[in-house]
């Protein structure tokens, strides 16, 4: 069955960088659009970027621009999400996730999480 | 952009029917797809509805959605209450390279 394993979390200090990363599984990797979505403490889910299938194409939530990029090496079926000039407001579990089809699909299938927390 | 406001919380008897609501600020609600995620205490959310009113293989036909574009809202029901539906529910939808999820209700059984 699909299988989509995050890692890289950690603690980091303000200003600081982390890189996570997302093993998939199970499923045709290169077919799917890819997903972070991330959840505060007691927080609800906030989405913060995606990439298309073949890489072509990221985007961003405001809050992540200029600071996060996403990327993807299908031939490793990995994605991943650098993070730059980390806040404490980025303090969250990150969850990567993949889309079956179209832009306005579900996202049909969710990593356990990584815990990021941002604290001097 | 715009925003999905979602009531935070509501309760029900087990047994019963709930009904969950999903508002879209601006721009129609039948205009991009709305999915509704379950996330149970301290797992991963799941997808139980997609494209406003499909049930992903494995979901309970207890669970359903709808939309409604007088009020330009969604709504997910849940009819037959279980304990093990306790849980917060995400509504989802997107707009023009942008994804957006609702803030969250928690629905307690009783």
């Given amino acids: 069955q699909v299988q989509l394993v995050e890692s890289g979390g950690g603690v980091v200090q303000p200003g600081g960088s982390l890189r996570l990363s997302c093993a998939a599984s ?27 299938y073949d890489g072509s194409n990221q985007y961003y939530a405001d809050s992540a621009k200029g600071r996060f990029t996403i990327s993807r090496d299908n031939s ?10 980390l806040r404490a407001e980025d303090t969250a579990v990150y969850y990567c996730a993949k889309e079956d089809y179209g832009d306005d699909g579900p996202l049909s299938g969710w990593g ?3 815990q990021v927390t941002v604290s001097s | ?13 087990p047994g019963k029917t709930v009904t969950i609501s999903c508002t879209r600020s601006s721009g129609s609600i039948a205009s991009s797809y709305v999915q509704w995620y379950q996330q149970r205490p301290g ?15 494995g979901v309970p036909e207890r669970f359903s ?12 029901t849940i009819s037959g209450l279980k304990t093990e539906d306790e849980a917060d529910y995400y509504c989802q939808s997107y707009d023009t390279e942008t994804w957006v999820f609702g803030g969250g209700t928690k629905l307690t059984v009783l």
Wanted: hydrophobic content about 35%; overall charge positive; proline content about 5%.
């Fill in chain 1, 76 to 85: 490793k079926k990995m994605l991943h999400l650098q993070m730059n000039s």
């Fill in chain 2, 65 to 76: 959605g709808s939309i409604d574009s007088s009020s330009n809202s969604a709504s997910l």
């Fill in chain 1, 112 to 114: 356990q999480g990584t």
């Fill in chain 2, 1 to 13: 952009n715009f925003m999905l406001t979602q009531p935070h919380s509501v309760s029900e008897s």
């Fill in chain 2, 43 to 57: 797992s991963s959310p799941n997808n139980v509805i997609y494209e406003h009113n499909l049930r992903p293989s």
């Fill in chain 1, 26 to 52: 199970g499923l045709i990797f290169s077919n799917h659009g890819m997903h972070w979505v991330r959840q505060a403490p007691g927080q609800g889910l906030e989405w913060v970027a995606f990439i298309r």
